[in-house]
């Protein structure tokens, strides 16, 4: 009897062990995942920054880009960590599988488009089992404008200067790791001739 109050007591037990144990394992809450994400993405690591998106994930630029699939996701992801692309998440909100909050970005393409930061109305995460299976973000509207005007001025400079090698990107459908170099090369060659301008007309007023 009394051997069978041991067992019973030792079974008891490791049973307390094991729900303790599985309680305190770490857990990510959602708005925890999402400044995971950020971290890794910060640091340019592609394999963890890629590892919060489920595979058949949608991501949308409202009015201007939608794709789906990790695989083409992976293209932006490795380009964002060639350009040292940084983001500042603030008001970050959850609601039942979904996170919000407004976005700050950084990254060289942009300093060298004159372009000191991007900024969101929203980010908006949606997930599955963990994984982010949707990410929808909106400009606002000034930063809207400000690349716009920025791709106005760079479209047009660069059709009367570097025609062929705007083409030949363009074709490409995408930035990549493989031609954001190329990209980076008319951006500072644009950079350039937009300085001279402005010295040129400086100049001219002084007169």
């Known amino acids: 009897m009394c051997r069978f109050a041991n067992k019973r007591r030792v079974v008891l037990y490791v049973s307390i062990l094991l729900i303790s144990f599985t309680s305190c394992?770490?857990?990510?809450?959602?708005?925890e995942r999402v400044t995971a994400y950020q971290e890794a993405h910060n640091k340019g690591n592609v394999k963890k920054e890629l590892s919060f998106f489920a595979e058949d994930v949608k991501f949308e630029l409202v009015g201007q880009r939608k794709m789906e699939g990790k695989a083409l996701l992976r293209n932006f992801v490795e380009s964002d960590a060639t350009l040292n692309s940084h983001l500042i998440f603030t008001d970050v909100k959850v609601h039942n599988n979904k996170v919000t909050c407004k976005v700050t970005e950084k990254n060289d393409y942009y300093k060298l488009a004159g372009i000191d930061a991007l900024?969101?109305?929203y980010r908006e995460f949606t997930f599955e089992?963990?994984?982010?299976t949707e990410m929808r973000s909106q400009l606002t509207e000034e930063s809207a404008k400000a690349l716009q005007d920025f791709g106005a001025s760079f479209a047009e400079w660069a059709m009367e200067n570097r025609r062929d090698k705007l083409v030949e990107l363009r074709r490409e459908?995408?930035?990549s790791k493989d031609n954001v170099g190329e990209w980076l090369d008319l951006l500072r060659a644009w950079r350039e001739r937009m300085e001279q301008k402005e010295q040129e007309e400086s100049e001219k007023e002084e007169q």
């Open 119 to 121: 900024n969101y109305e």
């Open 173 to 175: 459908g995408v930035v």
């Open 129 to 132: 089992k963990g994984l982010i």
């Open 25 to 31: 394992s770490p857990k990510l809450e959602l708005d």
